[in-house]
């Protein structure tokens, strides 16, 4: 070994002790012995020995743990020993630094250190300071463990107690911890935060029709996704089963945080491949902002949640904002849950059918069949809002046969051969029991089967399963007519048409309503669309069609088919038997010239603040760039007013058209989509300005009193 002529680790050391008489130079056997397992136990690679002189080089080192530093002991000696290892805090160690104890020539036990070489490898170091017979430092003598293993096996536990195992996101436990100190810091800050929840929609049909180890494959993929579009992997968790969190500090801005949640929804509904099968999900995110939604964590997180739990409800693949509203909304849902059950039976159920007519000729050549509940105190029940709570209540199946024996009852009786449509949801379509009860409403009504098209989505292909086939051909062998809805809007793929025996395309009204605007490329999209079901043989519909602009551009396109309120709103019945007495049923197009934003009509009560004064005023209807308003007499135009919808939603706004007490008004700043068919404000008025200013100004705003109004609480 060197620097010792062979002598070993024993040798180098007895150089260092006080001359003894001649006669004991000459090594006992009791000494040979301890020296053969020492050097045995070097060998073994269990521990190893170390000495320096008294400027801290090393006099020896154990060669084989220098060659795992990627040297030989050769090459080491008379290196500074300190330098062999990492500084502690570049590890985030606290502890005394190996230098501190070095120079201060204090013994030290079991120190834990860090290769400064090659690999991730630690040791347990110990070393004594040794003196000669006058009292003077000679140096260290010392040994060594490797430690690696337990360190790896002690940061594993620390991850597994922060992180989530299976997707090494942050767990509930770690994003918890973030979200209490990101806001007792931000509320000192005056800043705020956001936080997104996700609920991944159909996730555990995946688990049921492919096993639990596929829907552990198919969690990584949507961690890696959601990534991608977040970017701080520390800000993303799982929070346990197929829920999420993300964390997003100074963000409040709700159109960036909007077009976020959509592109999340888009990303995780995308076509997954698992294990050689293709799956697809969706995603509902629930989107809380503090100061303005709650505070402190618990109140964010509850609201959060109770935002994702609306956007569950108005349709799933959506995102939903929180506002005050949500607790009645959630209250008026389970209200409307039990009323639900037992609206058929009171006969509080209705259908009401729109016309779809023959592009080129206004000739009507069906109808689609749209459920309508009139409740027998609140009225008209929207169907965003009932369809999905029967969905979640498991009362869809028993609506579903309803409507589809209603429906072909009523066509049964229409004159001509006019065709109707039924909705089935993916929840219809599972059920094994689906083309008996299509079958029997077909016998017992006496419609032919020509005469039925059944619109499908495509969320009834997840998994490509054999049962998904196997139903096509069911429903197919009946003769009935199979139609593609909201075609373009989700996981659209040619495969489905190519293996499904599809007669008709439906091409959503999100692609028709923005095709008119410069440079949208939605018209070229639609006419790929039509070209591909013309060489498929299939007639294709364009849904939503309100404006003669959007009509002109769809005639151009080669579309077969329209449906809209440009031709006609949804009818009863006894309306339709009206229309359609000759068997030639012809509706002229009417409507506005050109497509205009989004109408969302209502009554409600806001405030119009103009010159310190707060008028209470009544809101008729609502667009993205401005709204209708009454309750102040001859106001002139040009007049400007600070518009507020409660909970910090400010708005400027102009007063463009006026007469007696009606005002057109324009908004300085566009609304933006709230997720749920609504709009909201960009931004909104941090409570810890309206609480200054509510000191300084006279202005009786009660919306915005105190903290604990804007939390919701």
């Known amino acids: 070994m060197p620097d010792g002529g062979g002598r070993g680790f024993l040798g180098k050391f007895g150089a260092g002790r006080a001359a003894a008489p001649r006669a004991e130079v000459v090594p006992s056997i009791h000494t040979k012995e301890a020296l053969l397992l020492l050097r045995n136990y070097e060998e073994s690679g269990q521990g190893w020995f170390w000495s320096t002189d008294a400027n801290g080089r090393l006099t020896y080192i154990t060669d084989t743990v220098a060659q795992q530093m990627g040297r030989t002991a050769a090459t080491l000696i008379g290196a500074s020993f300190a330098e062999l290892f990492l500084p502690v805090d570049s590890h985030g160690e606290r502890q005394r630094t190996l230098p501190f104890l070095l120079t201060k020539q204090s013994k030290f036990d079991e120190l834990p250190l860090r290769c400064a070489f090659e690999g991730d490898r630690w040791w347990a170091v110990s070393g004594r300071p040794h003196f000669d017979g006058g009292g003077r430092f ?130 995780l509904s995308q076509p997954y491949s698992v294990e050689g099968s293709r799956c697809i999900i969706g995603a509902s995110v629930g989107v809380a902002i503090s100061p303005f939604d709650g505070e402190n964590s618990d109140n964010l997180v509850r609201n959060a949640d109770l935002a994702l ?158 049962d998904t086939a196997a139903m096509f051909k069911a429903l197919k062998g009946l003769g009935v007519r199979l139609a593609l809805d909201d075609f373009g809007t989700g996981y659209s793929s040619l495969g489905y048409l190519q293996s499904a025996p599809f007669d008709k395309i439906k091409i959503d009204q999100s692609f028709v309503r923005g095709a008119t605007d410069p440079g949208s490329r939605n018209g070229a999209i639609i006419a790929a669309i039509v070209a591909l079901a013309e060489a498929l043989e299939m007639e294709t519909t364009a849904e939503g069609i309100e404006s003669l602009d959007q009509l002109d551009l769809i005639r151009k396109l080669n579309v077969s088919h329209v449906q809209g309120y440009v031709y006609s709103k949804p009818v009863s019945n006894a309306d339709l038997l009206g229309h359609a007495e000759t068997g030639n049923w012809m509706i002229e197009p009417a409507g506005p010239a050109r497509q205009r934003n989004d109408r969302f009509q209502m009554f409600r009560k806001v405030g119009a603040i103009h010159d310190n004064y707060r008028y209470t005023v009544v809101m008729r209807n609502l667009s993205a760039t401005g709204a209708f308003i009454e309750g102040i007499m001859n106001v002139p135009l040009g007049t400007q007013f600070v518009i507020d919808f409660g909970e910090g939603q400010l708005v400027t706004a102009t007063v463009r058209r006026s007469k007696n007490h009606q005002q057109g008004i324009e908004f300085e700043s566009s609304m933006v989509s709230d997720g749920n068919g609504g709009l909201c404000t960009r931004h909104r008025v941090s409570p810890y300005l309206i609480a200054a200013a509510s000191q300084q100004a006279g202005i009786a705003l009660p919306n915005f009193t105190t903290t604990s109004d804007w939390a919701g609480k």
């Not at 107690?161 to 509320?187: C, E």
């Not at 492919?210 to 799982?238: C, F, N, T, W, Y």
């Not at 039924?422 to 689906?434: E, G, H, R, T």
């Open 309 to 466: 739990y609306a956007a569950k409800g108005n349709g799933r693949g959506r995102f939903s904002f929180y506002s005050s509203d949500l607790h009645q909304a959630a209250e008026d849902r389970r209200v409307l849950e039990e009323d639900l059950r037992d609206a058929l039976a009171r006969g509080e159920m209705a259908l009401a059918y729109q016309p779809i007519v023959k592009a080129k000729t206004n000739v009507v050549t069906g109808t689609e069949a749209l459920v309508r509940w009139t409740h027998p105190e609140r009225g008209p029940i929207s169907p965003a809002l009932f369809i999905p709570i029967a969905e979640e209540a498991n009362l869809i199946w028993a609506l579903g046969e309803w409507v589809l024996r209603k429906a072909c009852e009523d066509a049964a009786k229409w004159p001509g051969a006019m065709r109707v449509a039924v909705n089935v949801s993916p929840i219809q379509f599972a059920n094994p029991d689906l083309p008996k009860i299509v079958a029997s409403a077909l016998a017992n009504s006496g419609l032919p089967p020509e005469q039925l098209e059944l619109e499908i989505t495509e969320s009834v292909f997840l998994g490509d399963s054999k």
């Open 138 to 267: 000679t140096g260290y003598r010392g040994s060594g463990t490797d430690i690696t293993e337990q360190r790896r096996s002690a940061e594993d536990a620390s991850r597994l107690a922060m992180y989530d195992s299976l997707t090494g996101l942050a767990n509930r436990f770690n994003i918890s911890k973030k979200l209490d100190t990101t806001l007792a810091a931000f509320a000192q800050q005056q800043r705020s935060c956001a936080i997104m929840l996700l609920d991944l929609d159909r996730f555990k049909q995946v688990n049921d029709t492919l096993g639990h180890p596929a829907g552990d494959a198919l969690l990584k993929q949507v961690a890696g996704r959601l990534l991608k579009i977040v970017g701080d992997k520390e800000m993303v968790s799982r929070l346990g089963g197929d829920e999420f969190q993300i964390i997003l500090p100074d963000v409040e801005d709700r159109g960036k945080l909007g077009d976020m949640a959509a592109d999340i929804i888009n990303s």
